[in-house]
């Protein structure tokens, strides 16, 4: 067992840092796969920039490439970008990201660029709110460029089983907004839907009208409607509609299709409009919603790796936890040891952290947290025990009233705070025998044993 367990232990000691070339190589990889993916090239460089400073420095797992490693933190980055989208306040549970906690008629305004899909998502979002959150909803289109447009929405409508307004020959864009709200007012309708009329490519009549459309209507969520096969347009698209108009959220269609998505990430990062929706297929009822894992994953198209390091990174905090159980339960667990976790503690952040990857610690995890050990004391600690000669870290029992005050006065601190640490040394090494049997019990089932 021990001749196995030093194996683990040196090769954990061993570890580096993600070196500067590490890092660069790996990101020459992942900037091909998010061009690849369609993210916009400023977006890729912001990218690029965050997991550089993020990743150099950084301990290296030792069981997986470095360039491996920086994937995982390219994927956290992904997701963090993507974020929003979280369940809406409003208690409208299955349409997540939807805002509609205002006074009714809620306006919803649909805009983006013609074929994005507009209309068809107008009609999946009208099918779930009435047959999911039981509201009475209004289709309105106000497409008048082409002729069978307003049809359209209409055939959606009833398939939706909703009703759609009447259609009026001759009427602006902007007339029709007013005749929507009008009737949605006079008939109690919850939310008025109102879809817009796009154009192959951004131009000022466009914008002015949209533009217009939401002055005059003052909707509750203006949703930019985007196909994921947009590629480097994506950003161009987002900005204009964002400047001219205003986004409230993203709403991403054809995730059906192989396009990775990476149009999400750049529409996301120009507008800060969250993503609240993805359009799944032609038909009304594929309507998602937004997970910023699933599309990161798939923009990054890395998941393996991804995986590979997430379990290596758990393999080894959870060999760092056993290995500190099996000191403790020879009784060898000393300050120096001490020392170790604490610098460990501060890596993950908390203390918690560390303690949570032991079986069963949940209620010596409230206790500890409970004892008060912010970052703050933990590098005081630090700093005492750097203090102490190796013959006071291994027995700190032989801490009598002058040492103390040596290391005290060495370490910049007070006798109390000497005290203090030994107390919560003593503390911790009870709780760490009380630890030892789950602790051997992981062991065992890690097949060290
Ligand atoms: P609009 O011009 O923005 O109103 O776009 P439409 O709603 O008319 O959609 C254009 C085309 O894209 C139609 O043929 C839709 O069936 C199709 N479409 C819309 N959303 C999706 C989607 O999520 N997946 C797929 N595969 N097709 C979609
Ligand atoms: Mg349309």
Do not use: W
């Amino acid at each position: 067992l021990s001749g196995k367990l030093n194996g683990v232990f040196d090769r954990l000691r061993r570890r580096g840092a993600l070196s500067e070339a590490d890092v660069s190589e790996a990101l020459r990889e992942v900037r091909i796969a998010l061009l690849e993916a369609d993210v916009a090239l400023p977006v890729v460089k912001d990218i690029v920039n965050k997991v550089r400073e993020r990743s150099v420095g950084q301990e290296v797992i030792r069981s997986v490439s470095p360039a491996q490693q920086v994937i995982k933190i390219v994927n956290d980055c992904l997701v963090e970008a993507l974020g929003g989208g979280a369940p809406g306040t409003d208690g409208v549970e299955h349409v997540p990201g939807l805002s509609l906690n205002a006074a009714p008629p809620v306006a919803i305004l649909m805009i983006g660029l013609q074929g994005s899909g507009k209309t068809t998502t107008s009609g999946k979002i009208a099918l779930r709110l009435r047959t999911r959150d039981r509201k009475k909803v209004l289709l309105a289109s106000l497409d008048v460029q082409r002729p069978a447009a307003q049809l359209q929405l209409e055939t959606l409508a009833k398939q939706a089983g909703v009703t759609s307004l009447p259609i009026v020959k001759g009427q602006s864009p902007l007339e029709i907004a007013a005749r929507a709200m009008q009737v949605a007012r006079g008939e109690l309708y919850d939310v008025v839907i109102l879809d817009t009329a796009g154009r192959l490519s951004i131009d000022e009549e466009l914008m002015a009208e949209v533009a217009a459309v939401k002055a005059a209507t003052k909707p509750h969520e203006s949703l930019l409607v985007v196909d994921a096969m947009t590629g480097q347009d994506a950003v161009n698209t987002a900005r204009s509609f964002n400047e001219r108009v205003g986004v409230t959220g993203i709403v991403m269609t054809r995730v059906d299709g192989d396009a990775r998505g990476g149009a999400a990430l750049s529409m996301r990062a120009v507008t800060g409009a969250p993503i609240k929706l993805l359009g799944a297929g032609e038909k009304l009822d594929a309507l998602e919603d937004f997970h910023p894992d699933r599309i990161a994953g798939r923009i990054l198209g890395m998941g393996d790796i991804v995986s590979l390091v997430e379990r290596a990174a758990e393999t080894i905090d959870k060999a760092e936890a056993e290995k500190l159980a099996a000191k403790m339960q020879k009784g060898q667990f000393d300050l120096e040891d001490y020392a170790a976790q604490l610098k460990q503690i501060n890596k993950m952040g908390s203390l918690s952290g560390i303690l949570g990857m032991l079986p069963g610690i949940g209620k010596l995890k409230s206790q500890l947290e409970g004892a008060n050990l912010d970052n703050s004391i933990l590098k005081r600690q630090a700093a005492i025990i750097g203090s102490m000669t190796p013959k006071e870290r291994r027995s700190p029992e032989i801490l009598k009233a002058s040492r103390k005050r040596r290391i005290a006065l060495g370490s910049g601190t007070t006798v109390q705070e000497v005290n203090r640490l030994l107390k919560q040394f003593d503390d911790m090494s009870v709780m760490m025998k009380r630890m030892n049997k789950l602790g051997q019990k992981g062991l065992m089932r890690g097949g060290l044993g």
